[in-house]
């Protein structure tokens, strides 16, 4: 349980809090107890059964019922009832933050909470779509239809702009560049999957692939990968980006940007543009 909880002056003054108030009191209470009750956290989505908020507000099931209905409308939270989950669609901006930088010990806890989160719960899609890119949430590897164009193209688009565009090789890892990670672009069919350790190893013939230590750093990264219970189909694609990052930088800084990849815990390397910022930077390049 939370020891605090931010609670904005605006929640009173602010157009919320003034649409709150127009819609009855008992939705102005209910939804200061969504942001403060004991299970509340600070991803704004978590579940509540209604009963605690009408023991804890000292309200009818019915009163409740309204109040959340009203809250909805007025865009401050959603609740449903049947998988018991509330998410307060501007919660993870206020308590963490516009944009949390991937380095940031937050994003470890928020994708723990987000992973845990049970299927049932509605809100899943579209809370992902909302802070894919702000918060790195990572995709859950039970849902990949979570991952969609839309979001593919604005995760790309913040790890761009928080790159240094003089670093070459954030720049070498624009869309237009490389061929993105099946979470940043294409889903590739699980038939064409092949296997990971013969892919790491396997040379092209236009020698773009070189079978020394990144190699084997590969074939780790992607047996972890799988171990972790991501797709089997996104390793060829994973395989085919850091491929062609080997191919226009060197072995070395690709075993880097591998190991830096590994110990965020990303493995579909949606910060990519991070790593190899990070990995230039060590180095002087």
Same mark, same amino acid.
């Given at each position: 349980m939370r020891k605090f909880v931010m609670v904005s002056p605006n929640f009173w003054v602010?157009?919320?809090?003034?649409?709150?108030?127009?819609?009855?009191?008992?939705?102005?209470?209910?939804?200061?107890?969504?942001?403060?009750?004991?299970?509340?956290?600070?991803?704004?989505?978590?579940? !509540?059964?209604?009963?605690?908020? +009408?023991? @804890?507000?000292?309200?009818?099931?019915?009163?409740?019922?309204? /109040?959340?209905?009203?809250?909805?409308?007025?865009?401050?939270?959603?609740?449903?009832?049947?998988?018991?989950?509330?998410?307060?669609?501007?919660?993870?901006?206020?308590? !963490?933050?516009?944009?949390?930088? +991937?380095? @940031?010990?937050?994003?470890?806890?928020?994708?723990?909470?987000? /992973?845990a989160i049970s299927k049932s719960c509605p809100f899943l899609h579209d809370y992902f779509n909302k802070y894919a890119s702000s918060l790195h949430l990572k995709p859950r590897s039970d849902m990949p239809e979570l991952i969609t164009p839309r979001v593919a193209a604005e995760v790309a688009s913040v790890h761009a702009r928080s790159a240094k565009p003089e670093l070459a090789a954030a720049k070498a890892l624009q869309p237009e560049a490389v061929p993105a990670v099946v979470t940043v672009a294409e889903q590739v069919p699980a038939e064409e999957v092949e296997d990971e350790a013969a892919l790491a190893k396997t040379d092209t013939t236009q020698g773009l692939w070189r079978p020394t230590d990144v190699a084997e750093q590969l074939a780790s990264f992607l047996a972890e990968r799988e171990r972790r219970g991501f797709s089997a189909a996104g390793s060829k694609a994973v395989a085919k980006f850091v491929q062609t990052f080997s191919a226009q930088h060197d072995d070395h800084i690709a075993t880097e940007f591998l190991k830096a990849a590994a110990a965020a815990g990303d493995y579909d390397i949606i910060d990519h543009a991070l790593y190899a910022a990070e990995v230039v930077a060590k180095y002087d390049i």
């Open positions: 602010g157009q919320t809090g003034r649409d709150l108030r127009r819609v009855g009191s008992f939705a102005q209470l209910a939804a200061l107890y969504l942001l403060s009750n004991p299970l509340a956290n600070y991803t704004g989505l978590y579940r !509540l059964p209604i009963i605690y908020i +009408a023991n @804890d507000l000292g309200l009818t099931l019915d009163q409740v019922r309204a /109040a959340l209905v009203a809250i909805e409308q007025t865009g401050f939270a959603r609740y449903d009832e049947n998988s018991e989950y509330v998410w307060i669609v501007e919660g993870a901006r206020h308590q !963490l933050g516009e944009h949390l930088k +991937a380095s @940031d010990h937050k994003v470890k806890f928020v994708n723990k909470e987000f /992973a």
